[in-house]
């Protein structure tokens, strides 16, 4: 693997680029209206966010390349969200677990991803049903834990999807696309008004069916399936009203449900140019082909009490289904199912301009998920059952310090909570395998300050912590090497995170610039390789005693024109295991899991005023693995063009898109361990035409 074309692409694009920008170079002054975070539940603008996040929006959405959540968080700094095996990571701070370790060890996210407020699947599943972004508004990445506006094990941080709200009056969109991967799909959306500016209906829809970008083999499988085959369908409806009879009333209900078949993408074994899975294993297919059902429900009224308060309760309910199939190869290790049920109900009220309060919020809310996985074969069966209770209080207000400093403010805010948690793992004989019951109950606080220099730039401090539960981690292998079933058992772990920032807007607006540097320690840190299984002997979850992580990012937008926008992106990272325990003294001065220490983006977009659009953007991820013992996979660099026109046809808008994902066709491992291997998406060029009425 080499990433020199990317590379080299990524510096003859800023050279072509920066001619454009002297050519067209002017002294327009930029007035933009403030970005406000939706997932903070604070009234706050992003300039006085406390915390490092990012928002997407716009263009930056809608872009017709973007075919999933992956594709816009990659260009992130200290963000990794490449296709394959694992959820996105932040920070050095792996956001979940994939399918395997989930099946062993269950799965609580140290990185929730929520849609609309409401959690998706952890783990076992949240990284195979592609999160779509047809539809979708804004998406906010958090940085560093979020305990107090996300909850529960969101210790390294969130992300935050929001889709778009039903509006008063009629509108539709069609969206055919294509790409040479032979994927086909259709997306749509239909808006309606059904009671003049009190009730109104938003339809959206997408169906894609084409073929992995690894071969897959044998095929079919013995069971009949080919297991190269995806469909992929998504329908969510939602329902606004504001009645005039109950001004500052707005509810919304949400119905969605999302079907997937195929397989886990980017699962490779082999010559990575080859790009097929074929294991000599002969059962490497059972994990990696997969069904799922996912369902959401959910209902949300806000109340607006006055000026100064405002009300906001929630209820959802989420059911998630997901079925690893069995190929029918001889090796009798049948077929893996994980179901889960998570009920949440919260109630929030904001506050603002009280006294020297110059925002807040404090609420509660209640978690109960239930989760069962299993094995149907006669040598590995199992079942496992666990049961996840959160029950909280949590708190944040900012104050306004002026008295003691112009500009200062003070940020203060804390989360109580009760954590309850069974799990029970027995074979399917009955035989216990393990088990383990946690009730305990965690304080995370946290503390900020806040000085505005002036009214465009800001420098602050904030400090915060995070926590994950512990659990217990089989050893659903052991039967192969004729030894028992057993268990190893993981504490919880809690982050410490410091962090300074500093966010200014210069050029008459044309300019924004937004830095921070981070230092965390990580208590116990649950680590993939920190332990063995006694059996098998392979990796299994484990704590070392002390993890810490240090690092900075940058990033800036400069609006060259008001047709020519770059954009640049710098994550630096150094972690670290700096206490070790018994057996461990190997891992002393290893670097965690999926930390690389630089991810760096650049790229350009222009808009023409007669509705030609046109972007390149360049990413870079250096060296990392994905497990303790594993090695180090190589560094790499991918490309992205995009370039589209939009017009007017028959008094509506029509618009055409075309892109080249990973211009250079670079090949790049995303995951390694243990022959099982994963692989970014190779070059894809595809097409869109989208039609709004």
Known sequence: MTNRPGLLGLAAMLGSVSTIAM????????????????GEKLNRALADAPSSVTVLDGEEVENGANDDLDDLLNNQANVLADEGYQPPAIRGIDGGVGPGVALSAGSQPRIPILVDGVPLPSGDSSNISRTTVWDLDTIEVMRGPQAINTGRNALGGAIRLFTKDPVFEREAALRFRYNDEGDAGVDFMFNTPLLEDQLAFRLAGEWTNGKSYINNFPNPLPNGVNPNDED??????????EPESVPGLSVLFLAERNRSEGPVEGIYYGNIDDLTLNSPRGFSSLSYVENVEHDVLSLQAEYEISRNFTAVTRLSRTNNDLDLLDSGEPVPVGGNYFQKELTEVEAYVQF???????????????????????????LIG?????????????????????????????ILGGRLEKNRYDRDVVSTGGTPIGSNKIDETVFLPKFGLRYDLSDASTIGYVYSEGYRIGGIDADLLAPFFSQPFSVTAFDPERMKNHEIYAKTTTADGALDITASAFFYKLENAQVVGAAAYSGSGFAAVGNVPEAEGYGAEISTIYRATDRLTFNANLGLLHTEITEVGIGQSAMLGQTLPRAPETTASLGV?????????????????????TVLSAPEMDSYSVVDLAMGYETEWNDNTIRFDAYVNNLFDERYQTYSYNSIYAVGAPRTIGASITYKF
């Open 23 to 38: 050519a067209q170079g002017t002294n327009e002054t930029f007035d933009l209206d403030p970005i406000h975070i939706q």
């Open 605 to 625: 977009s222009y808009a023409h005023g007669n509705g030609f659009t046109a972007s390149a953007h360049a990413r870079f991820v250096s060296g990392l693995k």
């Open 352 to 378: 603002q301009d009280l006294g020297i309060a110059s925002t807040g919020v404090f609420g509660v809310i209640h978690s109960d998920e239930s989760e069962f996985t299993s094995n149907d074969s006669s």
């Open 232 to 241: 992929i369908g998504r329908l969510r409806a939602k329902l606004l009203y």
């Open 382 to 410: 199992f079942n496992a059952d666990g049961r996840y209770k959160n029950t909280a209080i949590y708190g944040e207000v900012e104050l306004d310090a002026a008295g003691m400093l112009p500009g200062l403010a003070v």
